[in-house]
């Protein structure tokens, strides 16, 4: 209390604390950076190896087996999965978050991985280790397009790119499309056997024809001169014309005489298109601490002074912003903020003086500024979370300025000085309000301890709200005493409305408390009555996403598809496509050579065969219709498109990377058993009502066509397989013979079969192999081809081999547990039956069951935690039971909020709903403790007396309510703009805080009557 006193006879003190506390949190808020998502690290670590010209099995055996056998031994991880597909090996390493250290396992992940050194020759670079984390999601795509030839789009595009990376907090500018130059040495195979000539002559005589090298000085008694061996290419005709066998009569063969020499790029491997045109793609990610959208305005402005510098016929395109979301959010949080600030004033007037209503309403501003001026010190920054905290926190910062400033104008309106009122306000609250605040933070704590990538994600969450409820208390019970001790001299009365109601509640109070055993049990009727709602009407779905901006045509051609004809046929889509009203679309791109959505990194490698185009649609607010609109037009013409394997649409799910609503494993080293049960699993999963898109990973790869090699023959011949294997890569993947830097950039020269010939079985069996004696002897008499059906990857969980089943679901029909417990039902007692096979549930289920174990663990430890805290102040078992007993009515609240709402119940509404816990005690503790001290000494109340202080805490109990509501509401409704993501957490708050209102000013009288109350 002396804290109280010193500013009540200081108050300049406390006006200048209050400016400070605005002016540092308006300060910090200007240089707080801006991003999407809390920066959050998935403690998963992504092993890619390139491996040219391999097989899948090839993949698998010689460089996937050897880097898992490696991983086994490092302690602190919780899985690996691996898929090994055509020329590349991907390992994704599970860090268990429960190590000792986890970045200790991450760096003894990065040594196990530097420990193998037995990988094939032809791996050229090393395995490469990349973290997954929130961070790793592009700002900005730009799209270089136009009509202009490749070299002038690179060059665009090189330029480009040069001037982003200046851009302060950009990390990286990853280009899609910009192909390397290569110099193309296309090789005949008749002439090359007819002049007798092997591969390796060739790519030697190229390697030691392209040279610089310093050979020394040459020293003179007047300087001294560097000596440079300089051979290297400068122009066309010099590569054309190396010679590749020469004699002393001058007869020699050059590379024109055996091959086709052309100035060219590599072939793609990846082919980006923008709104149907040919492009060069520019992805631009920010480092952990650049401000998306300062960096996202510093390329809008670049991007207009490099157009007037670009030749005519070529164009920047900006396909995307990912930075508008953000912008969209923190301007509908700005808005609805401001409204609920206004909507809570104008309930304080309603209710209080408006003196009193102003000063109590200051506590938003103060308390929100207050913290932002610490989220430095606890690496918070702007972002979706701590912006949807914030509009939570609007409203419960509140409470305990409207108890504590509500008693001040109580004591003033029964006649007391503005000192002593102020003053004894406060003394008679300060410590229920900061047990109410305690009990709140306790509420919120446990969400530190929620486990899987969902609980990294609102781990801020607590934090914000912890600083913000601090700040506030202090903020009652010194800044708004002093304010209001100064107010006019006049009386204060209690508003004619506030009058009434409580009146009404008396006589209300009079009749139920007669009653109170069949009033506990019909307000116990509600929390039993919403549990059947929810089992038989309602859906718990983990992150439901409605009315999304952004989703995707998945397309998959036939196996053997080569990247360009499967562009071609992409066009007829992208026509489709382009057909979206301009007022909806912004813009759409078209990735040839695979279809990985995961923006956070995760990928299932390349196919020429695969295609991916992205729709980037206007705000929701821009269009007149929802996108669930959109796409079932779009699916519906998708169907008269034939001569697709698959063809469909997928929405982009937003948050936290969980995965597929239906993701299930099968493991087993059997790999005929493991083929034959996800056959089975799959074949079942497509009969499900509800279910959409369902795909299995393990597909028939390429047509292959396997060497069956004759070791005596090669023994009679002197050749090995290494010199077997070499010459077809060369002659069909191609080899770098040889390379030069020019204007900066590095060119490749590529010897390889030109194309028409490795078209054809009968030349690979003509292809000739030298021996160690010089002696070329054709493939045919070493070997005979055996056509084979090729595997497209195979995939590993911890080491085996495994075969995972997915599938989206509509929602409108099931959820994603209800599928999963179909599978499970039909085939879990079979799959028990079978030795070595495993059934893995993971995606969307095993997210779901972390996040519900997290939350029922976090509920139950924050309801013992809230208990003990009341047991400790109270002195009491039983009061605590009485406190907490709106909780399941407040629950219950929630149910009817959400069903009446029509929306389901999902992971943002749990977090709202654990928030709910600790506003509940509040308004419950504020009554308890009046009728306490009513009681004083006295073993039981009467019922009037009950009575009494159940009305004398009616106005505090109902502002508290009724403000947090009132701050929420906007943001619901979308008075300042709509963002539905947000909309669970806050609608659980509101409509169970609503109920919970109601069950405390019925329980609690009602409940204390049952154990202190006597008959009059």
Known sequence: MRLTEFFLKKPLNANLIMVLILLVGGLTLFQLKRATYPTVQFDILKISTTYPGASAEDVEINVTKKLEDELKGVNGIEKIKSNSLENLSLIYVFVDTDADDIQETKDDIRRAVDRVNDLPETITEKPVVEEMRSANVPVIEIAVVGRADEIVRRKVARDLEEEIREIKGVMSVEKVGYRKREVKILIDNLKLSEEYISFNEVIHAIKSRNVRSSGGSLESYLAEKKIVTFSEFQTLPEVKNVIVRG?????????????????????YQILPRTNGQT????????????DIIDISEAIHQLIEEFEETIPQNVSIVLVSDYSRYTSNVLGIVKSNAIIGFILVLLVLILFLDRYSALWVAAGIPISLLGAIALFPLFDIDINFISLTTMIIVVGIVVDDAIVIGENISRHREMGKAPYEAALQGVKELVWPVTITVISTILAFIPMYFMLGVTGKFVRQIPTIVILALVISLLEAITILPAHLKSSPARQASASQLMTRFQNWYQNFLLRILKHPVKTTLGVFALPIAAILLFSLAMKFILFPYTDIDMFYVIAELDEGTGITATAEKMKSVEELIAHIPKHELVNFTTSVGHHDMDVYGGSAGLHENWALITIFLKPAAERDRPSEMIMAEISEKLRNITGFKKLYLEKYYDGPPIGKPVTITLVSDDDKLLQRTSQKIYQFIKTIPGILSPDIDRKAGKQEMRLKLDYHEMARA?????????????????????????EGEEIDFRVQLKPEQRQKIAVLLELQIPNAMGKLVSLKKLATLIPQEGIESIRHYNGQRSITVTADVDTDIMTAVQANQQVRAQFEKEINALPGLRMIFGGEEQATQESMQSFLWAFICALVAIYFLLTALLGSFVQPFIIMAAIPIGIAGVIFGFFFHQLPIGFLALIGSLGLIGVIVNDSLVMIT????????????SLQEIIHGSKTRLRPVILTTITTVAGLIPTIYGFGGYEPFIVPIVLALASGLILATIGTLVLVPTLYTLSYGRTD
């Open 247 to 267: 004699n002393f009569s001058g007869d020699n063969i050059t590379l024109h005489d055996i091959a086709t020499v052309t100035d060219s790029f590599e072939d």
């Open 279 to 290: 492009s060069i793609n520019l992805l631009i990610r920010s480092h952990g601490n650049g």
């Open 718 to 742: 002197g050749i090995t397989v290494a010199e077997v294997a070499h010459t077809i890569r060369a002659a069909y993947d191609g080899i770098v013979a040889s390379s030069l830097v020019r």
């Open 930 to 941: 009046y009728l306490n001290e009513l009681r004083g000494d006295k073993a039981n109340l």
